[in-house]
């Protein structure tokens, strides 16, 4: 077989010379802009000879500040052909974490949109490695700010050249960077080659993967700064189809109003936006009916949402798991083809699992002592991982690598069953797991259920100290509005009676207004239990209150 380079000039090539007349649509800071792939390459092409010219070279580090639009589009292509590395920032980061990511990358130019200039502005006299601030805006002016020379994204544009030289780059070439949220400790940097990010877009695009087509028409919520908005604007170039970007600081009626005016087939986020747009589509201000599939992830949609969209409006929810080490798709729920005559509910259920390993990777599920666990659907382990697209080590930290990969397996640290068929679950995140009376309560199935409750929009399990049991169960509950003290700690305790096993009873129920959440919306329980640090059970005896 030929020995061929697996690198993005080819999914890069394929879009504009087999789809060079289809259109990109983004919603940009002066309304939505529209232009094909052919006008796309032309731009890309230019943005690397820019990138020629600023002194990127091989390896070198390019940040990008900014939201998802048609010009980090272009980033997410130029940067790697050029030889340099794409290093997506999380805007949601605090100002601290911003700056270490930064600097132990060692970005050389950052990219920022000029809404987010302000930000940029607030730590650029920390940063140590970053020699120019390009501004990304609709115009050619840069507007006034008190960074240092920068400049005008589209005036550089303007005066490149279009057509460029590439570079020879090994598929084994880092193209991109992202680092983890870290609720605790400082953030992990993952590389991602250019093999990775090909192999994992072949694998997004099986129709028992992602099941892209050129067809679509695909709206990406998940921020292009998370995960490479998990791999999405990759797989779509290749495939020629539709992009719909939704701009700077999109809401849940800017998400509905793209999908129905561009006739959306698929979107991507995490569960709070399907939450937010479902009113507004069950009420009947949107019309959603171009989509075919929702894709989830980031955290796990409830039973609940995943029965609304289908029966209330014919939508899929599709559920997918990966994280930042992974590129990051590793499981996605879909029924088999044996499973046909499963009840709506069965298939509901199914559909709230994490679902079955993709093809080309593997995976094993350790437990406590080292050895796989049965594919029971009720034994806990923690989920082990390898493949071409999983990661090998962290990014210049070798002390948190030796911890997190072992023996070519990478330890997710999510701790999860499998059931007879091989799907997927977690139970929880090993740092979250409760232990109480030498055995395991999975927060994860305990804050599902409490999520079921019609009176509960969200809920969130931590664990408290306690002198028998060790530990013991505290759920912070948001109510829906329309119940807002109607609903007592009891009423919930008396919900999950019949639904949990005893054990798993919360000792305490916190009535909350919002539950706090990481910079990509994962529930932040870290900040919980700090803010609950004071409770602890003084007696064998369980003290339930609302309070």
Known sequence: ?????????????????????????????????????????????????????????????????????????????????????????????????????????????????????????????????????????????????????????????????????????????????????????????????????????????????????????????????????????????????????????????????????????????????????????????????????????????TISLIRNYYEKLGVSILHAYGMTETTPVVLVSRPKSTMKNLSLEEKYRLSAKQGLLVPGLEMKVIGEKGKEIPWDGKTMGELLLRGPWIAKEYYKDPVRSKEAFIDGWLRTGDIVTVDEEGYVSIADRSKDLIKSGGEWIPSLDLENTLMSHPAVSEAAVIAIPHPKWDERPLACVVLNQNYEGDVTAQDILDFLKDKVPKLWLPDYIKFIEAIPRTSVGKFYKAALRERFSEIACTSGVPSRTGV
Not at 187 to 206: E, I, M, N, Q
Not at 246 to 267: F, N
Request: net charge negative; charged share 20%.
């Open 1 to 301: 077989m030929m020995a061929y380079d697996l690198t993005l000039r080819a999914i890069l090539e394929r879009a504009s010379s087999l789809y060079a007349k289809k259109e990109i649509i983004s919603r940009d800071f002066s309304g939505i802009f529209h232009y094909t792939y052919g006008d796309f390459y032309k731009r890309t092409l230019q943005l690397a000879n820019v990138l020629k010219d600023l002194g990127i070279t091989k390896g070198d580090r390019v940040g990008t500040l900014a939201w998802n639009h048609h010009r980090h589009l272009e980033l997410y292509f130029a940067v790697p052909i050029s030889g340099g590395v794409l290093h997506t920032l999380n805007l949601r980061l605090g100002t601290d974490q911003l700056v270490y990511i930064i600097n132990h990358a060692e970005d050389k130019v950052i990219f920022v949109d000029k809404d987010l200039v302000p930000l940029l502005e607030s730590f650029r006299d920390q940063l140590t490695t970053v020699e120019r601030i390009i501004v990304l805006s609709d115009t050619l002016d840069i507007p006034a700010c008190g960074l240092e020379n920068p400049l005008s994204y589209e005036a550089l544009l303007a005066e490149a050249d279009e057509t460029f030289q590439y570079p020879d780059i090994s598929e084994w070439d880092p193209a991109a960077m992202c680092y983890t949220t870290a609720t605790t400790g400082s953030p992990k940097g993952v590389v991602y080659t250019h093999r990775a990010l090909v192999l994992h877009c072949l694998s997004a695009c099986l129709p028992d993967c992602l099941d892209l087509r050129e067809s679509d028409r695909v709206l990406p919520f998940v921020p292009m700064f998370h995960v490479n908005a998990w791999g999405l604007p990759f797989a779509c170039t290749w495939l020629g189809t539709t992009q719909v970007f939704p701009g700077s600081r999109p809401q849940a009626e800017d998400i509905c109003q793209l999908i129905q005016d561009y006739k959306v087939t698929m979107a991507a986020g995490v569960p709070t936006i399907w939450m937010a747009t479902y009113p507004l589509w069950a009420n009947g201000s949107y019309d959603p009916s171009s989509l075919r599939q929702l894709v989830n992830g980031g955290s796990a949609a």
